[in-house]
């Protein structure tokens, strides 16, 4: 049958999305556009309000195929199907089939004529390197996931009940996966995993151990480190991101809060004195590193004074890179029963002033780039451009450095780009 698949959510679910695809393909299917689709797969994503809008929307609209296109059969996964399934059943009739997180290998049965309306397995599915997979990012960047779950108890996040409790992946397992990437001509591996940092608690080894290895692949340029969590960071694995010239210098650390009170209401156990410790550590130990970061506004209980507090730690800390999020209530968490719900447009007040603050910090460090020479891929064109992105600029969640095409350039080639110029997401570059 011909298969489309929208894919939706986080950098794990794309993952999931390719090996959903790889699976198909395997059986025979083959990949289509949407309006020519016989079988639609919407791939959700179930974390906070925003994005469960967002994939009830994609449902609702490739539903219409059903009554206008080629749709014969429309399967909705992902971690929405895994809070709501019952409901959802109730609510779109229009759908044929509802495949939790776990299992994703097996996703073919829901395309039978005779299967079952809800396929729930244990939550999450992890992979080996000869799991069949169709790449959806451009062919010189790939993602491995290197476990799925978490095993924390934030208590604002449902993950844990989506995803299940961490899995790690072997060391073999996601090396053997590099290797097969890098023969592909993959040149960016980005990792990625819920809670970066426990990687291997689960298995008996560690995120150090795997690094090691991940980073002896030849033909490898960059290894990018995704969702370090705040603890377990040791003054060895710091040394090993600093003096390995495939790893790249940049962590990716969501840090939700500064103020004590309320990183305790949301069970992060750690403080503000760690975390501050953590990013001298990261400052001192690995030269020019890169630092993102996660913020939320309106906690239950933020008061202004806490989040004048995180405002400041934005203009003291000064990451390179930093999003925030507006609380979500979301039911199933411990959070969504506490009192002090924040009011909406408090929340997006605040949200708004932190974007703020952080887009004069942005500006500054990105200006600060200019006439220095970075190495980037050339990744598409655009209005004439290229769009290629420097190893500060993580795929699909920081801005892009556009290159006036002046010459021919092979999109997925790594080039010396020296930086012209600067706003406060991207930058704009020449080729040296
Ligand atoms: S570390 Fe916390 S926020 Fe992140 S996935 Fe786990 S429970 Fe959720």
Same mark, same amino acid.
């Given at each position: ?95 044929? #089939?509802?495949?939790? %997180?776990?299992?994703?290998?097996? @996703? $073919?049965?829901? &395309? +039978? !004529? ?78 990625? #995993?819920?809670?970066? %940092?426990?990687?291997?608690?689960? @298995? $008996?080894?560690? &995120? +150090? !151990? ?82 993102? %970061? ?9 008061? +202004? ?128």
């Amino acid at each position: 049958m011909k298969i489309y698949i929208e894919s939706l959510g986080c950098s794990k679910n794309l993952v999931d999305s390719e090996l959903i695809l790889g699976t198909l393909t395997k059986s025979g299917h083959q990949i289509s556009s949407e309006e020519e689709a016989e079988v639609i797969i919407v791939n959700t994503c179930g974390f906070i309000g925003d994005a469960k809008k967002e994939s009830l929307d994609a449902i609702l609209d490739l539903s219409e195929y059903k009554k206008t296109g080629s749709c014969k059969k429309l399967i909705v996964t992902g971690c929405m199907v895994e809070r709501y399934s019952e409901e959802l059943s109730k609510e779109i009739p229009e759908v044929d #089939a509802f495949w939790g %997180t776990g299992n994703i290998f097996k @996703i $073919g049965d829901a &395309l +039978e !004529e005779e299967s079952e309306k809800i396929k729930m397995y244990p939550p999450g599915t992890i992979y080996d390197p000869d799991s069949p997979r169709v790449m959806l990012t451009p062919t010189h960047s790939a993602f491995v996931k290197v476990s799925e779950g978490c095993s924390r108890t934030c208590t604002f996040c449902i993950i844990p009940k989506m995803r299940g409790i961490m899995k790690s992946r072997t060391i073999d397992s996601i090396v053997g996966e590099i290797h097969g990437l890098a023969e592909q001509g993959v040149g960016e591996i980005n990792l990625i #995993a819920q809670d970066m %940092t426990s990687y291997g608690r689960d @298995i $008996g080894c560690n &995120l +150090e !151990e795997m690094l090691r290895e991940a980073s002896k692949v030849d033909g490898i340029d960059w290894i990018r480190i995704h969702y370090w969590y705040p603890w377990g960071i040791s003054d060895s694995l710091v040394k090993l991101v600093s003096d390995d010239n495939n790893i790249l210098p940049y962590i990716d650390m969501p840090l939700q809060h500064i103020n004590d009170r309320l990183l305790s209401s949301m069970d992060r156990k750690t403080s503000s004195k760690k975390i501050r410790d953590i990013i001298k550590q990261l400052r001192d130990g690995i030269d020019d590193v890169v630092l993102r %970061t996660t913020f939320i506004v309106g906690f239950p209980g933020e008061t +202004e004074d806490e989040f004048e507090e995180l405002l400041d730690f934005v203009e003291e800390a000064k990451f390179d890179r930093a999003g925030a999020f507006k609380y979500s209530q979301e039911e199933g968490t411990p959070a969504g029963v506490m009192g002090e719900q924040v009011a909406e447009e408090v929340k997006e007040e605040r949200l708004e002033r932190l974007m703020e603050a952080q887009s004069e910090v942005s500006l500054e460090k990105n200006k600060s780039l200019i006439g220095t020479v970075h190495q980037g891929f050339v990744e598409s064109v655009e209005n004439g451009n290229y769009v290629a992105r420097i190893s500060s600029q993580a795929p699909e969640v920081d801005g892009y450095t556009y290159i006036k095409r002046e010459e021919e350039l092979i999109l997925g080639d790594l080039v010396d780009i020296k930086i012209i110029d600067a706003d406060i997401y991207d930058l704009y570059g020449e080729i040296v």
